[in-house]
């Protein structure tokens, strides 16, 4: 007999097996599915969103830069002047005296840098009265004495020649306009002089009479100072005659330099610890400079290293007797920089007059800052850009600073220890950001803004390629007007207390400054692109100029963890918005142009809430602070994704509806926010988790089957992106946030 093996057997008791195990499988799986799905129903919460849609449009988000990495490893390279700029309220006219208080009723005249320093300033007197301004006088100041706490007297060089003319009498009430140009930053500006051994940004020079700042020379496109560089004519035959204790240009403080080689006259700065830590991550740096030398036979040796050696790298060259720009590269091994004290050194050789303008030491690795910035905020697709760090008009800049060609860092009083000497850009480079992101220019305008510079300002951005700013802009790399690079342009007028108080004051300058931008030529081709922004904070509550919209700052919330106290904190915010009575009530758009973040930081689902809490209702756009302590980088950017598309939206209705439960008592506040926006071919919907558990969130009424969802973790990282396949449930994390986003006409 043959041996049979019993493969079939075991085959067949296997699929037996196999169609048993799965009969009793199949109902307990369902069963267990029914269950599942019961209880996702009752734990989840849903919302149904409305067809009622808000009145107001959304103009969308966006960046408010309150300050900008200007990419210089140096500071205050380019020499500019203290500029400082003051308004005081005329109390009383006497012959040629003039009695004067600060526009802030809280800063004491002692507090100025009054005598010596502001002898020789600009004077403008104007009037502001009936929500206008009229220029009366401009003069030179002779004096200014302090003659009570709050109190001062000044005398001008030249007064009203007919003090019966209404437009020229000077009275009680009109306002002083003070503008110097300092060389040096005396103490007075100053307290922590003398206890400061150095002044950030400050650069030291060879003998006492050797530096000094030429506010006549300048070198091309931008800026209105250089450094001058008065070399004896007698040859130095040793080190031992160098006068080896340095001279701090613009402090006066003095440190010692036993290198300086000899018959040279030398010009350093000390790098910084930041400067520092970003040469120790790179190899390649390129300075840039500009020279002019009244002797053709100067020359100068340019080297960086630390005070015992240099880099390996050093240039000496031949200085032309007209404006040359010079560039040079340094080569650093990655990570030998360390924390020994390097510095930049400029060592000059001959005799005369040197001019010295824009020194600029960057990674010749890296693009620049503007090009690294924009690229950085382009997944975020801003809508608005507000350049609030640079305001045309500020108290400390210069007129006209925006036809920079590169960003610059100034001098400022009072600066603080880890403050850096802030950058200003040119709107060269402002219109190159906002092009590449697509986004629409904020401009800011001071209450120090003259006529003639917003009649420039208009012509730059608007005019013909031919006119005289139209060639500046030209020459900046933009032959076309901003108006047919841009949907809009916005210019915000808006002002500290401490430069204008007293709301008919803020009106006033509002009034004037749209007035004097309506009258130009410009005006009359972009008038339906030109948006003006009143920014003023008005004590009574009351917008009071005729600017379209009005912007103000919020402040996000903290630590909310339930929504309807969240609530609360919203409404309390939106009570503080200006109102409009000519139009009743809040009657025109409201932009948030800084949403200020603790330092301490916030988790996304708070800060979000806090930036779309009115929006589309009360609000039309919100900005965030780039830079700012409580907001990192990754979360500004996550924050911006997670809010983006909204531009030409509307907000709507949105319900929480309840499910019938056995114990209402205990029902507990879970922290769930929902908002729901609604444009011509979008539909967007953004869930907060304010609480401290994770939800399940649903939606009745709205098929969100196509919809795009992206999930953000409480510190604003992207946790989820994906294309939903049907409608259902989503789950959303403590302090985090769920957007969901509909395309096509909806």
């Known amino acids: 007999m043959f041996w049979r093996p019993k493969v079939r057997i075991k085959r067949r008791s296997f699929v037996v097996l196999g169609l048993c195990c799965l009969l009793v499988a199949l109902p307990a799986a369902l069963l267990v599915a029914t269950a599942l799905r019961d209880i996702g129903r009752e734990e989840a919460v849903h919302f149904k969103i409305g067809e009622s849609r808000s009145r107001r449009v959304i103009l969308g988000n966006g960046v408010n830069f309150a300050s900008f990495p200007s990419g210089n490893l140096l500071e205050n390279g380019s020499f500019e002047p203290l500029i400082s700029r003051r308004q005081l309220v005329i109390t009383e006219v006497s012959g040629s005296k ?69 437009d020229l009498t000077i009275k009680a009430g009109d306002l002083l306009l003070l503008e110097k140009a300092a060389p040096r930053l005396r103490a007075p500006l100053r307290s922590s002089v003398e206890e400061d051994p150095e002044l950030r940004g400050e650069w030291f020079a060879s003998a006492p009479a050797m530096a000094s700042l030429d506010l006549e020379e300048a070198a091309p496109d931008g800026g209105r100072s250089s450094l001058c560089l008065r070399l004896p004519t007698a040859k130095i035959k040793n080190a031992a005659n160098l006068n080896l204790r340095l001279l701090g240009v613009y402090g006066g403080q003095e440190r010692e330099d036993k290198g300086i080689p000899e018959g040279a006259f030398r010009l350093s700065q000390s790098l910084r610890e930041t400067a520092l830590r970003s040469m120790n991550g790179e190899s390649a740096f390129q300075l840039d400079f500009w020279a002019k030398s009244e002797n053709p036979e100067n020359t100068v040796e340019v080297s960086l290293g630390s005070l ?92 006209e600073f925006w036809l920079l060609k590169e960003p610059q860092s100034y001098p400022v009083a009072n600066l603080a220890d880890d403050e850096k000497c802030p950058a200003v850009l040119g709107l060269g480079t402002v219109e190159k950001i906002c092009e590449k992101l697509n986004a629409s ?41 901003w108006s047919d690079l841009f949907p809009r342009i916005y210019l915000e007028f808006s002002a500290d207390e401490a430069d204008l108080s007293g709301d008919q004051n803020l009106r006033a300058f509002a009034e004037w400054a749209i007035r004097t931008i309506t009258e130009t030529p410009e005006f009359k081709l972009v008038r339906q692109q030109l948006v003006f922004i009143d920014g003023m904070k008005y004590k009574d509550g009351l917008v009071l100029s005729s600017a379209d919209m009005h912007a103000g700052d919020f402040s996000a919330a903290s630590s909310i963890k339930e929504s309807e106290k969240f609530v609360e904190f919203g409404l309390r915010q939106v009570e503080t918005l200006p109102r409009d009575n000519l139009h009743g009530g809040l009657g025109r758009p409201e932009l948030i142009r800084s949403l200020k ?51 030409e939206c509307s907000a709507l209705n949105v319900q929480r509806l309840e499910l019938k439960s056995e114990d209402e008592a205990k029902k507990v506040d879970d922290g769930l926010l929902a908002f729901a926006f609604e444009g011509p071919d979008r539909l967007k919907i953004i869930l907060l988790n304010l609480g401290e558990s994770s939800r399940l969130v649903g939606f009745d009424g709205r098929d969100l089957s196509e919809a795009e969802l992206c999930s953000f973790a409480a510190d604003g990282s992207l946790l989820e992106q994906r294309k939903l396949k049907r409608n259902g449930v989503y789950s959303v994390l403590p302090g985090a946030a769920v957007s969901l986003e509909v395309k096509g006409k909806y």
């Open 308 to 399: 015992a050696e240099t880099s390996g790298n050093s240039y000496r060259r031949h200085l032309d007797a007209d404006w040359h720009k010079y560039s040079l590269t340094f080569i650093i091994p990655r990570g030998s920089v360390g924390t020994a004290e390097w510095q930049l050194r400029f060592d000059w050789r001959g005799s005369g007059a040197i001019y010295l303008d824009r020194v600029i030491l960057r990674s010749a690795e890296s693009p620049s800052k503007a090009d690294q910035l924009a690229e950085e905020l382009k997944p975020a697709t801003p809508d608005l850009l507000r350049f609030g760090f640079m305001p045309l008009g500020g108290r400390q800049l210069p007129e």
């Open 597 to 647: 973040v603790p330092d301490e930081g916030l988790r996304m689902s708070e800060f979000l809430a806090s930036m779309i809490y009115s929006l589309g209702r009360d609000s039309s756009a919100c900005l965030l602070d780039y830079g700012a302590p409580g907001l990192k980088p990754e979360q500004l950017l996550q924050g911006l994704i997670a809010v983006s598309g909204l531009e």
């Open 441 to 481: 220019p904020w401009i800011c305008i001071g209450p120090y803004c003259t006529q003639s510079e917003l009649q420039h300002l208009m012509q730059y951005l608007f005019g013909s390629a031919s006119s005289e700013y139209g060639q500046k802009r030209l020459a900046d790399g933009t032959a076309l007007r």
């Open 98 to 166: 003039l009695r004067l208080k600060p526009a802030d009723p809280d800063e004491a005249i002692a507090a100025l840098p009054l005598d010596d320093f502001y002898r020789g300033a600009s004077v403008q007197v104007v009037s502001r009265r009936g929500g206008e301004q009229k220029l009366k006088l401009e003069s030179t100041l002779l004096s200014l004495e302090t003659k009570a706490s709050h109190e001062a007297e000044a005398r001008l060089a030249e007064f009203p020649s007919d003090p019966e003319n209404e």
